[in-house]
């Protein structure tokens, strides 16, 4: 087997490139197939400050890396979700990346500063836990990029995470997450920017960039995620990927390219803030946090009400895109700063 580029020895295929290549070519792969995709879609600008949500798993931390390559100022964000046995070594992997090149880590740990943790949270109010974890990172995403006036939000979805949320969406023909399945959100009223960069690479070419790039990452999948339906969307894909290379990527990118903009303009139609079917008039402000909701509590503040959590502020706020809205800050802190901080203060959630 060789590589395409340069006939050396090659280390790893790309069926649905029908390309083989060396451990060079395969760094240089992943780098053009992010550069292409940010291009394409107007993700980034060189001079963005730019926020990485990092899991310390092979995705967020090859997105990361791979932007620092780039020249791109971007610092992380880690969110412990107090998952027991999943948490602490997940965390670990994403604090030794920051460390080894000298980068900024925001953490942000569920049970210190919002006191409840996914499993527990996610009984109480039941739900899901999944579902628990999705309205907690998303907010805690928005709230410090907000914040730390980033630009833009990053995440590590990849090619085999966008098909199968594509997938599941056709199954159910859920035309308004179809119209909202975007590889880039634009900045609005109380939401950053968000980007997935990586929508060119698939699972298996992350991995082997890290491991290629001598990334340690977290292995393990999370353990509240077995069941879930994405993986078996995702087993389903793999299948037919197999038989047929390239039908992954020709399903999510002919999708973006002839069928989105339908989607997005049924969708505008009915809902013309872009919110989830709010009209303009149903758009308020969580009375808490500020955060963009059509009830009087966002859905975040509501779930830390029935986690019975309570909410961990500092005195003063940290730069925010919301001043005029804002009621309460989070902790937000890099490592060295949690450490030596000791002026937080317990706020009840309910006050
Ligand atoms: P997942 O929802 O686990 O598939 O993760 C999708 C993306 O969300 C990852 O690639 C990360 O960018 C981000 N992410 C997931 N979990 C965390 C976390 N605990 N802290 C920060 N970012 C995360
Ligand atoms: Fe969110 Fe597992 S990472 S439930
Ligand atoms: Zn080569
Ligand atoms: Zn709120």
Known sequence: MKCVVCRESAVIDVRRANSNFCSDHFLRFCQEQMSRAIREFD???????VLVAV???????AVWDLLQRSGYEADGLYVGLGIDGYSD????YA???AESRGLKLIEIDLPTDYGYDIPTGARAARRAPCSACGTSKRHLFDKAALEGSYDVLVTGHNLDDEAAV????VLRWQTEYLARQMPVLQARVGFPKKVKPLIR????DTAAYCILQGIDYMVEECPMSAGNKHLGYKEALNSIELASPGTKSDFYSGFLRKASALFRAEYLEKSPTGQDSASVDELTYCERCSAPSTASL????????KAGGSVRVEEGRIGSGLEDNAAQSVRITTRAERLASSTTREVEAGQ
């Open 201 to 204: 690479l698939s699972e298996r």
């Open 89 to 92: 070594t997940s965390g670990d």
């Open 95 to 97: 604090r030794a990346f």
């Open 298 to 305: 966002c859905a975040f503040c509501r779930l830390v009400d």
């Open 55 to 61: 899991s310390g798993g092979k995705d967020s931390l």
């Open 43 to 49: 993700m980034l600008s060189p001079t963005d400050r």
């Open 166 to 169: 594509l997938f599941g969406n």
